[in-house]
């Protein structure tokens, strides 16, 4: 029951999805400041404060998000938009016109590419864009983050050559005549590195503020950001952003794993920091991308026979294992990038080694291409799967012509590691995949790609219910960083994030869910978000 009390804000007369197993249905929740103070009835809920009439819409938990790269994605926001570039052509044609746009001189970077959209699916090279892009150098990325494009001068300025040898865990890729094309894999794009400027602090904050307006449309309060190395420059942008007072979601930002004596050094442990702004999370990579034919597998490419993808050198050489040791040893979290089933492998056998003398809540990013063994030691384990799902339905338009159909049986597992226990997470990687959840639910709900080839799913045997989607994008989340005591639910004590929907998720068509929108987000007690077209709909009294 409801208590009397003075509240600041009550949602009534609504459908509420708490997220709370005991009670996981309500229809009004009381706030009281920045907390959640009761939930109950419509007919329970108090009469003091702002009311917000929800008139039967689903409300949930503020969402989540268990991956992203969130200060590029305000990035890219501004920058040469090449996703649906759908022809060779058209790739060209716009990063000459943002060329002219931004003048000679300056860096055209970004763009997340997709050739694979592309008839047929070739890689692009410098040759289609030097002569459009003479005076400004180039280095956009394919979607996924682990190949990109560089034109001619770039690879002038990086002293790129046809004598340049491939580093440990990359590869340069190169024409019949040994010339390097442009396209850089994984380890290879460290050689831009040096010559790419670095954004300013106040060029972050900018970033930073774009993402956050995206993320309020999408209900997403709170993130996962695995930053890359630049990562300490993004901390200092989410200060800034704190002490502003924009920052509107809760950030757990991941620092490069082969860097964390620098947390050491600082006596930071786990999940450091306030409401707002935590660290102390370390990310790695074991291997590529399935795209990018960078993938660890056991087994070769179908379409490259002698490939089995890269393993990245600290993997190797031995580093990975003692960072994830020595920095599990100072109560660091670690999460490692895993893709192909051998490196899925590879991840585990080092957590396996570890003794288990605390809650550590070790994570393997993606968990895409798994086998039924590797499936049971996630549960066994209690390693958090932390998996994106709008990648299935993305590459399910492709995937089996890389690793055929009886592997690709346990690609974006979700129903097999649900089933075994393990610890499912969602989220969007962000900017690889939109940021939007609701099309991560779509996704995991009814796995029909891109395409529309797969109506009934592709690989349907995996697919999950809606509240099981919903909750790897809410409470599992919150475990996953150790925040299941004040985010991912609507109860009392929690803190008062919440997202109301357009659609009732558990009510329409799976296949609709897609075109739901979020009408409302509340973050911290108070509305940040209200879409144009509902204006009228949530009514304060």
């Not at 950001?225 to 002490?243: H, I, P, T, V, W």
């Not at 590529?288 to 993808?309: M, V, Y």
Request: hydrophobic residues 40%.
């Amino acid at each position: 029951m409801l208590p009397t009390i003075l509240a600041a804000v009550i949602l009534t007369n609504g459908k509420i999805w708490t997220g709370n197993p005991q009670h996981p249905w309500a229809e009004a929740v009381e706030i009281e400041g920045n907390r959640i103070v009761a939930v109950g009835s419509s007919a329970e809920a108090g009469k003091n404060g702002s009311v917000i009439d929800l008139k039967g819409r689903l409300a949930v938990p503020g969402f989540i998000d268990n991956h992203t790269h969130f200060i590029d994605g305000g990035f890219e926001l501004s920058r040469v938009q090449l996703r649906d570039a759908a022809t060779p052509q058209e790739f060209a044609r716009r990063i000459g016109e943002y060329a002219k746009k931004i003048g000679p001189g300056k860096w055209i970077v970004g763009g997340e590419w997709d050739h694979t959209i592309w008839n047929p699916p070739t890689l692009p090279t410098r040759q289609m864009i030097d002569a459009v892009t003479p005076q400004n150098p180039v280095f956009v990325s394919r979607l996924d983050g682990h190949m990109g494009l560089a034109n001619s001068l770039a690879l002038k300025m990086a002293n790129v050559t046809r004598e340049t040898p491939d580093p440990p865990g990359g590869t340069i890729v190169r024409d019949v005549k040994g010339e390097p094309t442009g396209i850089l894999k994984d380890a290879a794009t460290s050689f831009l590195d040096p010559v790419i400027p670095s954004a300013t602090t106040d060029e972050r904050v900018a970033a930073g503020r774009a993402g956050l307006a995206e993320a309020a449309r999408f209900g997403v309060t709170a993130f996962v950001d695995m930053s890359s190395g630049e990562a300490y420059e993004d901390f200092r942008a989410y200060q800034q952003l704190e002490k502003s007072g924009d920052l509107t979601a809760r950030v757990y930002l991941y620092t490069p794993i082969l860097e964390y004596k620098r947390l050491v050094a600082a006596s930071v442990e786990k999940a450091f920091g306030g409401d707002r702004l935590r660290i102390g999370g370390l990310k790695g990579f074991a291997d590529g991308s399935l795209g990018s034919s960078t993938a660890a597998f056991f087994e070769p490419f179908l379409d490259d026979p002698k490939n089995r993808g890269l393993t990245m050198a600290a993997m190797t050489d031995g580093r990975m294992k003692s960072a994830v040791t020595d920095g599990n040893a100072h109560n660091l979290q670690v999460a490692i990038h895993a893709i192909g089933d051998r490196a899925n492998d590879e991840v585990l056998k080092i957590y396996e080694s570890i003794p288990n003398e605390r809650e550590r809540r070790f994570r393997i990013e993606h968990a895409q291409h798994l086998n039924p063994d590797l499936i049971k030691r996630f549960a066994a384990d209690r390693v958090v799967a932390s998996m994106q799902p709008y990648h299935a339905i993305d590459d399910g338009r492709w995937a089996e012509a890389k690793i055929g159909h009886e592997r690709a049986r346990w690609t974006y597992a979700f129903r097999s590691l649900l089933d075994a226990g393990a610890i499912v997470t969602f989220g969007s990687d962000w900017t690889v995949a939109p940021l939007n959840p609701i099309l991560g639910i779509y996704a995991a709900v009814t796995r029909r790609t891109l395409d529309g080839k797969n109506p009934n799913g592709w690989i349907p045997e995996q697919k999950i219910t809606v509240e099981e989607a919903l909750r790897c994008y809410t409470a599992n989340n919150a475990w996953a960083i150790f925040r299941e005591n004040d985010i991912g639910k609507i109860a009392p004590g929690m803190l008062a994030d919440i997202a109301v929907l357009s659609d009732d998720l558990f009510a329409i068509p799976p296949e609709k869910i897609e075109n739901a929108r979020v009408d409302l987000t509340i973050f911290d007690g108070r509305v940040i978000y209200e879409r144009a077209a509902s204006q009228g709909a949530a009514s304060r009294k």
